[in-house]
């Protein structure tokens, strides 16, 4: 019953039989089957299929509250006793944004699986905040200031922005002189907290000073960002590590840079309640190594 359990909460948690078919790489008829399994065993129906979409019933509801749960702390477990060997193993579920996936870890793990031969990577790449305890994340990468205090973080680096605008852009509309200036370009940037304008914040000479800023083209993910910057669309505070090579080949000009804008913090987050287990301790040890201040996305020189 254990085994349909955990075909139940995958259905149950996506909604879709399809969908969770391809998150246990079994056939669709196999996960089928263990529904019906379940649902004889236990007397009940969990789950109403519909052409369009998987409901669940009153029972149904009942059984994915109690059972994701129970089952993530018998992963815990089970991963937790595997890894008790010196050497790392088991799965490992990450999860992190796609800009820093694309442009760090995927080319900073291959040397961690060379190194680390029993351990498997689940890779989660998404522009939202991830529930690490629901979604069964082992660590996450998050930028910016953590507001949970039910994680444990580490402290792996932080990232220095600059304001930007192409050179067709800024032939078009006059050059920004003062922060005051930026109100009248069009600006792109993540959407704030609930929707609200966000709030630019600058320092020179020891005095910082904030501009609110309403988007003109509002995104959720700092690489589109970068390239709308670059290709004209308006002006926008990018990573350094981002930008740099464009500023260097004047794709970009870096904007009133006798202003500095706040760094981003980036740090390893974990559940407080679970055990690390040894491919999660391989893992913080070894990004901490292969991430040293100065170096690559930490990079703080500009371009001349």
């Known amino acids: 019953m254990l085994d349909d359990l955990r075909v139940f909460e995958r259905v149950a948690a996506l909604r ?17 089957r263990s529904i019906a399994r379940l649902e004889r065993s236990l007397g009940v129906r969990l789950i ?29 477990a089970l991963n937790y006793v595997s890894s008790l060997s010196d050497e790392a193993q088991g799965s490992l579920r990450v999860s992190a944004g796609i800009g820093f996936g694309i442009n760090v870890l995927a080319q900073q793990l291959p ?11 689940e890779l989660d790449l998404t522009s939202r905040v991830a529930d690490l305890v629901a979604e069964r994340v082992d660590v ?50 993540m959407p704030g907290s609930d929707r609200l304008p966000r709030r630019w914040s600058f320092s020179r000479n020891g005095v910082t000073q904030e501009v609110l800023v309403e ?20 002006i926008g505070v990018i990573s350094c590590y981002l930008c740099a090579p464009d500023l260097g080949a004047k ?25 690390l287990t040894s491919s999660v301790r391989a893992f913080v040890d070894y990004l901490k190594a292969s991430n040293p201040p100065g170096m690559h996305w930490q990079d703080n020189v500009m371009p001349s």
């Not at 879709?16 to 089928?32: C, K, M, Q, T, Y």
């Not at 040397?111 to 990577?121: E, K, S, Y």
């Not at 006059?174 to 069009?186: C, H, I, Q, W």
């Open 111 to 121: 040397a961690f699986l060379a190194q680390h031969p029993r351990v498997d990577i």
């Open 48 to 76: 109403q299929r519909t052409t369009r979409e998987v409901t669940l019933t009153p029972a149904g509801e009942s059984l994915l509250q109690r059972c994701a749960s129970a089952l993530g702390d018998l992963d815990d």
């Open 251 to 275: 794709r970009l000009v870096h904007l009133l840079p006798e202003w500095t804008t706040a760094p981003v913090a980036v740090n390893l987050v974990f559940p407080s309640r679970r055990e």
């Open 140 to 189: 996450a990468i998050r930028l910016g200031e953590l507001a949970d205090s039910s994680m444990v973080a580490v402290r792996l680096g932080e990232l220095k922005r600059v304001l930007c605008a192409s050179p067709d852009y800024l032939a078009k509309h006059s050059v920004p002189t003062s922060l005051e200036d930026l109100t009248e370009l069009d600006v792109i940037e």
């Open 16 to 32: 879709s039989f399809a969908a969770a078919s391809r998150a246990l790489g079994e056939p669709r008829s196999n996960v089928s």
């Open 215 to 234: 988007p003109r083209v509002s995104v959720n993910d700092a690489l589109t960002i970068h390239r709308l910057v670059l290709n004209g669309a308006g």
